[in-house]
């Protein structure tokens, strides 16, 4: 069992930078897959990145390649996504979720643990 609390988000101009953080606590961070999604009023839950267990692979949406970097510490059990050049198509709320050490999984049903989500808003 994982439990996820992210927090770090809020509203930011365009251009801009926020660093989310997922503070994860439970048994065996350290095997599992981490996963940050986005959802935004009235569309589905996407995909922005994933980081696999060891830290060594990682990979990202084509929208946010470039532009976003997710980062693990596994001995703080902490996944961080650090978003540069915010676009207001950025904004939603972020998710940090969790599944087994299986990589890559860029779908929400590969993931087993969910945070509440951070509120991540971009003006123009």
């Known amino acids: 069992q994982v439990q996820l609390v992210e927090s770090g988000g809020g509203l930011v101009q365009a251009g801009g930078s926020l660093r989310l953080s997922c503070a994860a606590s439970?048994?065996?961070?350290?095997?599992?897959?981490m996963g940050w999604f986005r959802q935004a009023p009235g569309k589905e839950r996407e995909f922005v990145a994933a980081?696999?267990?060891?830290?060594?692979?990682?990979t990202y949406a084509d929208s946010v390649k470039g532009r976003f970097t997710i980062s693990r510490d596994s001995a703080k059990n902490m996944v961080y996504l650090q978003m540069n050049s915010l676009k207001p198509e950025d904004t939603a709320v972020y998710y940090c979720?969790?599944?087994?050490?299986?990589?890559?999984?860029?779908?929400?049903?590969?993931?087993?643990?969910w945070g509440q989500g951070t509120q991540v808003t971009v003006s123009s």
């Open positions: 979720a969790a599944r087994g050490s299986i990589w890559p999984g860029r779908s929400p049903y590969d993931y087993d643990y």
């Open positions: 439970g048994r065996s961070f350290n095997t599992y897959t």
């Open positions: 980081i696999s267990w060891s830290g060594g692979s990682t």
